[in-house]
Nanobody, 124 residues
Framework: QVQLVESGGGLVQAGGSLRLSCAASGRTFRIYGMGWFRQTPGKEREFVAA????????GYADSVRGRFTISRDNAKNTVYLQGNSLKPEDAAVYYC?????????????????WGQGTQVTVSS
């Protein structure tokens, strides 16, 4: 099994920045693609960003492209999400996900493992 633990959430002012981390443990050799999703109450979970195992290929939701950056450190089994110029609509619970497929994947069904989520609140 693989365990994912997110950290770095909290309260940030609109226009500010936040860096989320997701540390993987367990059978991490099974992990290839990784991604970030987010969810607000009453809405479905939505794709934010994804990265393949090399770190060279990434994908972003239109709503965050140019403001968020996904990266990974394979030596540390950690994936990051840097968010800049945060907006109130970025407030959500952010989830880290890991896939055994080496894809930059937007679909939840591609991912095999999920973290518990970390809350991001953006004050206006």
């Amino acid at each position: 099994q693989v365990q994912l633990v997110e950290s770095g959430g909290g309260l940030v002012q609109a226009g500010g920045s936040l860096r989320l981390s997701c540390a993987a443990s367990g059978r991490t050799f099974r992990i290839y693609g990784m991604g970030w999703f987010r969810q607000t109450p009453g809405k479905e979970r939505e794709f934010v960003a994804a990265i393949d195992v090399s770190g060279r290929n990434t994908g972003y939701a239109d709503s965050v492209r140019g403001r968020f950056t996904i990266s990974r450190d394979n030596a540390k089994n950690t994936v990051y999400l840097q968010g800049n110029s945060l907006k109130p609509e970025d407030a959500a619970v952010y989830y880290c996900a890991a896939s055994m497929a080496n894809l930059v994947a937007r679909a939840e069904g591609t991912y095999d493992y999920w973290g518990q989520g970390t809350q991001v609140t953006v004050s206006s």
